[in-house]
């Protein structure tokens, strides 16, 4: 059972996406775990074959408890099948469901065997259960009782205290003028279609990104009394979703990639995140949270550290403000952006100098 961050103490498997007998590649999505966070996908560690199932749909377990063991072809070879033996015959595919499309189909009474999905690899989501509602006569369903926004708020509530009680903030903040930023994006997104148009956000992260590769002791985690630094960038997204509670999904490498390449990771991971269809993988890899609320028209962010992550950066909105410029006063597209940071692992001089630095690169979009 995977351990999805601060405060997890158990899982429930619900369904497994693979049997025994079954070849898996490492990455490959494996089972189905409802977790405090909601429904996550559990991907393969490793190459090799699906040997034995441990934990059956319904239990739940603690967090590092085997689930199933896969024999590792770099480990062991395969063993022959017996003579005149044919292939092992394969099992019912499991339906895919987002976590979303099943209570929506609760609500309304559909039954989820009767739809054909038109979400990733075939899953079902809202629309697929609403379309179908829509042409069909429902019978009187009572909605089911779902505590799964409660039980968010309270894993939430945990690994916030567990932060303000452990962690020795320290908070920064400073005003960047975005209008360089701003003239490359509308530049860039005239002769963009829509689809493919960038937003602020992308060039938000990116900066914060390429900063982190000068101050490595904030991309670290806090473990055993001792911040570990970690040798992947991976920005955690703060997401807000619709039944209550955020989720903080990261993006791998953010450094790596392209401002087009983030812009498309970013619209993914915020689409599977409210959808239900995030990784194992991608809610535990994170070293350093980036949050927004500048869609509810919030100037400054002052957040709460994500353990084990030492810092977080917040954006508030973009508006236009008075801005001096070369001794005029100008309206300039401007935004606050804050650093917490923890202060056994750094402090306000150098938390300073992230900041200045991602003003820096903001200057400069095009080199993002």
Do not use: C
């Amino acid at each position: 059972m995977p351990s999805l961050g601060a405060d997890m103490a158990a899982g429930t498997l619900l369904e497994w996406l693979k049997q025994p007998g079954d070849r898996v590649a490492r990455g490959d999505l494996i089972a189905e775990v409802d977790t405090d966070k909601g429904v996550i996908q559990v991907e393969a560690f490793t190459t090799g074959t699906l040997e034995r199932i441990l934990v059956e749909p319904g239990q739940k377990v603690p967090v590092g408890t085997v689930m199933a063991l896969i024999r590792d072809d770099a480990v062991t070879a395969p063993a022959a099948a017996p003579p005149g033996a044919g292939p092992p015959a394969a099992g019912p595919l499991p339906q895919r469901v987002s976590p979303l499309a099943r209570r929506r189909a609760q609500e309304l009474g559909v039954d989820l065997a009767s739809i054909q999905g038109t979400g990733a690899e075939g899953a079902v989501t809202v629309a697929d259960v609403e379309r179908l509602a829509r042409g069909a006569i429902m019978p009187t369903a009572t909605p089911a009782v779902d505590d799964s926004a409660a039980r968010m708020r309270g894993a939430i509530g945990a690994a916030m205290a567990r932060s303000k009680r452990e962690i020795p903030h320290y908070y920064l903040s400073n005003t960047i003028d975005l209008g360089p930023a701003m003239a490359w994006l509308a530049e860039q997104n005239q002769s963009r279609p829509v689809a493919d148009r960038l937003v602020a956000a992308a060039l938000l992260l990116k900066s914060v990104a390429l900063a982190l590769r000068d101050f490595p002791e904030l991309n670290a985690w806090w473990v055993n009394d001792r911040a570990v630094r970690q040798p992947s960038i991976n920005l955690g997204v703060a997401v807000s979703l619709r039944q209550g509670g955020l989720i903080v999904p990261a993006l791998e490498a953010a450094d790596q990639a392209s401002v087009d390449e983030l812009m498309r990771r970013l619209t993914d991971l915020v689409a599977r995140a409210k959808g239900g269809a995030l990784r194992a993988s991608e809610l535990a890899s994170g070293t350093l949270t980036v949050t927004s609320l500048g869609d509810r028209g919030v100037d400054i962010v002052l957040g709460v550290i994500y353990p084990p992550q030492v810092a977080l950066v917040g954006f508030g909105r973009i508006a236009e403000r008075p801005w001096v410029v070369q001794g005029a006063v100008l309206p300039r597209p401007v935004v606050s952006v804050s650093l917490s940071a923890d202060h056994r692992v750094t402090d306000g001089h150098r938390g300073a100098l992230f900041l200045d630095r991602i003003d820096q690169l903001l200057r400069e979009p095009g080199a993002l």
